[in-house]
């Protein structure tokens, strides 16, 4: 199986700050990468597939980058909603797509 | 609006089976991979297997291999996941979600969800 790493597992900010969330790949998996944001209790939605496509309805405030073993996922100004819990995916794996830990966004 | 509607709450006992389902509308059922996975409590989520409803093939996770069944009913446009003899450690909630890939290639990544069923296991 491929893991997925990210970090760190929780941080605190503020509303206007800049985020970024590291995830790396136990393998090279291209850009077969995916994030995910998840509000408590809720299912989780897809924000960025592929590395860096933006989903459709996504705020252009998210972005993602990378390639190979290494990705990011960059909030430019954190607003109120999206303190939440964030995932990456692998898509590489055609035996098992994989997750990582999660990223818990909350408020400094 | 493309939509996934899955089953209520669930309890069992060890070893018992339990067999959720996923009621798809608002595309064609047949045209997309559906996907189960699950997630414990305050744990990530897990991957657990896969159903192309326009032939029935199915892919599973090794980690359940031998345990979990996927199916599907396209006249009701309808998956199910039944995982069997289960443990403490089967208690999660569990999500039916779409694949983005239109069959017969599939993505792997998914961007309708349903809201999920919460499967609790106790004696």
């Known amino acids: 199986d491929i893991q997925m790493t990210q970090s760190p597992s929780s941080l605190s900010a503020s509303v206007g700050d800049r985020v970024t969330v590291t995830c790396r790949a136990s393998q090279t998996i291209g850009n077969y990468l995916n994030w995910y944001q998840q509000k408590p209790g809720k299912a989780p939605t897809l924000l960025i597939y592929?590395?860096?496509y933006l989903q459709s309805g996504v705020p252009s405030r998210f972005s993602g980058s990378g390639y190979g073993t290494e990705f990011t996922l960059t909030i430019s100004s954190l607003q109120p909603e999206d303190f939440a819990t964030y995932y990456c995916?692998?898509?590489?794996?055609?035996?098992?797509?994989?997750f990582g830990g999660g990223t818990r966004v909350g408020v400094k | 609006q493309v939509q996934l509607v899955q089953s209520g709450a669930e309890v069992k006992k060890p070893g018992a089976s339990v067999k959720l389902s996923c009621k798809a509308s608002?595309?064609?059922?047949?045209?997309?991979?559906m996907h189960w996975l699950r997630q414990a409590p305050g744990q990530s989520l897990e991957w657990m297997g896969w159903i192309n409803p326009g032939n029935g093939d199915t892919k599973y996770s090794q980690s359940f291999q031998g345990r979990v069944t996927i199916t599907s009913d396209t006249s009701a446009s309808t998956a199910y996941m039944e995982l069997n003899s289960l443990r403490s450690e089967d208690a999660a909630v569990y999500y039916c979600a779409k694949d983005e890939g239109v069959l017969p290639y599939y993505y792997n990544y998914m961007a309708v969800w349903g809201k999920g069923t919460t499967v609790t296991v106790s004696s």
């Open positions: 608002g595309y064609t059922f047949t045209s997309y991979a």
């Open positions: 592929a590395t860096s």
């Open positions: 995916q692998q898509s590489y794996s055609t035996l098992r797509t994989t």
